[in-house]
């Protein structure tokens, strides 16, 4: 079981398509993060949320658009994605206080974009 | 930021301990190293993390050497449900209260009946 919690599971999508991805986290973390993992690869980070606001977004396309209306909530919007964004996508919280403390992940939307 | 390096595959037999090397030659003193493994259309899962002591938790043990460039996960009695893909990711240094995580290529560990 895990304490980081995506929906949906999985999603399919047109390229026209607009949908959203969420995760959510009840373990008091305030740094939250979204990887992309394609088949048979390591997750590539893409976006890091500390205290609600980005601060890091690794030069990921427009078309994904990462939102945090509260600490324990993090979207992904999805607006006309290609057939090369198709993959694993993955979220992830850790407490953001500056500590060791490891990530946690939750199990991931999988993508399918047609 | 420091990189790592593993093999890409391993066997092991059940009820034997699994060791999976990791090689971070370029670690800073401050950057800890961490593991995770990743059972297939899962999520990775966080197993043990340190600094330049050896730790041991319920699931493995890690062992880092003394000059810091390298460590080996430990799982001490494989089982089945061992089987999944490990990573080894050294975290860079903090600039605040977030970091990032560079994924190595892991290795890919089955564990045989």
């Known amino acids: 079981d895990t304490e980081v919690t995506q929906t949906p599971k999985h999603l399919v999508m047109g390229m026209t398509n607009k949908k959203s991805l969420k995760c959510e986290q009840h373990?008091?973390?305030?740094?939250m993060y979204w990887y992309k993992q394609k088949a048979k690869k390591p997750p590539e980070l893409m976006f890091v949320?500390?205290?609600?606001?980005?601060?890091i977004n690794e030069s990921v396309p427009s078309r994904f658009s990462p939102e945090c209306p509260n600490s324990s909530l993090l979207n992904l919007h999805l607006h006309a994605l290609q057939p090369e964004d198709s993959a694993l996508y993955l979220c992830?919280?850790?407490?953001?206080?500056?500590?060791?403390?490891?990530?946690?992940f939750g199990d991931g939307t999988r993508l399918s974009i047609l | 930021d420091a990189k790592t390096t593993q093999p890409t595959s391993m066997d092991c037999a059940e009820g034997r301990a699994a060791n999976l090397p990791c090689n971070h030659s370029?670690?800073?003193?401050?950057?800890?190293v961490y593991w995770y493994r990743q059972i297939h259309s899962q999520g990775p899962q966080y197993i043990i993390h340190?600094?330049?002591n050896n730790e041991t938790n319920e699931m493995a043990s890690l062992i880092i050497t003394e000059d810091r460039k390298s460590s080996t996960l430990i799982l001490p009695h494989a089982t089945l449900r061992d089987t999944a893909v490990y990573y080894c990711?050294?975290?860079?240094?903090?600039?605040?209260?977030?970091?990032?995580?560079?994924f190595g290529t892991g290795t890919r560990l089955k564990v045989l009946a």
């Open positions: 992830a919280s850790s407490p953001g206080d500056g500590s060791n403390q490891p990530q946690h």
């Open positions: 373990m008091g973390h305030r740094a």
């Open positions: 949320y500390s205290y609600e606001k980005l601060s």
């Open positions: 370029t670690i800073s003193g401050n950057e800890y």
């Open positions: 340190g600094l330049k």
């Open positions: 990711i050294v975290r860079p240094s903090l600039t605040s209260g977030t970091y990032k995580y560079i």
